[in-house]
């Protein structure tokens, strides 16, 4: 059997596409190991991420079709941003991360913000949501260089309302606040225990979720070309 040929250049082109997408950046920051980073601590973290896979959060989350919850909060300025305001405008990208020490999420904003113009292309807006207190958020956003809303969700609440929150084992909370101290981020009276997934959500302009990303495992995230190109069919689609 002859299968046709594939020129050099495209062959490279796709290489380079597969070697520059979110999936792999990850999957090579997934493959550094610090000196801190013992086979016990890597061991505890493999069952954290086993324990949020079996907690179901996943499956309890807000999902496609449902009603978006509408929620207010404050950008990094101190600035009012809320979901249906927004959503006058076109479709709505909603998406979590943990935290400036989380060295995933800055890879995954930093990816985000470069798709960001083919993202803004569609009519659409792209919103971070995160845990950490405003100051942090705007260390966050000024280390990436991000020109999207980081909104501070305190406490987790919109997280919860969506469905998003789970417990920390214990082992994985020893080894953050070892490491991080998330009370630094998140503020005195924040829980050290509990997390939002990293999930991504496309809210169309009637408030219902067209699109959703949730996955148990931190180190997967969103394709940011998955979404653009989700955005871009709805668009040919409303014409």
Request: proline share 5%.
């Amino acid at each position: 059997m002859k299968f046709p040929l594939i020129p050099l250049t495209a062959l490279a082109l796709c290489t380079s596409s597969q070697a520059d997408s979110l999936s792999a950046q990850l999957e090579k920051r997934a493959a550094q190991s610090s000196p801190k980073i013992t086979p016990e601590i890597k061991a505890e973290f493999r069952q954290g991420i086993e324990a949020v896979k079996q907690s179901g959060v996943t499956v309890k989350a807000k999902q496609v079709g449902d009603q978006a919850p509408d929620f207010t909060l404050t950008n990094a300025t101190g600035k009012k941003i809320t979901l249906s305001e927004q959503l006058k405008d076109g479709p709505v990208v909603l998406t979590w991360y943990r935290g400036g020490w989380c060295p995933y999420c800055n890879i995954t904003l930093a990816a985000l913000q470069k798709e960001l113009p083919a993202i803004t292309a569609t009519g659409a807006s792209l919103l971070a949501l995160t845990p950490e207190l405003p100051d942090k958020s705007l260390s966050t956003k000024e280390k990436n260089a991000l020109s999207f809303e980081v909104l501070s969700d305190l406490n987790n609440q919109v997280a919860s309302q969506y469905g998003l929150l789970f417990k920390l084992t214990p082992d994985v909370e020893k080894r953050y606040a070892q490491f991080f101290d998330l009370k630094k981020f998140n503020g005195a009276n924040a829980d050290t225990d509990t997390l939002p997934l990293a999930a991504t959500y496309i809210i169309g302009q009637d408030g219902k979720i067209l699109w959703a990303f949730l996955h148990h495992d931190y180190r997967k995230r969103a394709e940011p070309s998955e979404i653009s190109s989700f955005l871009e069919k709805l668009k040919d689609q409303n014409k």
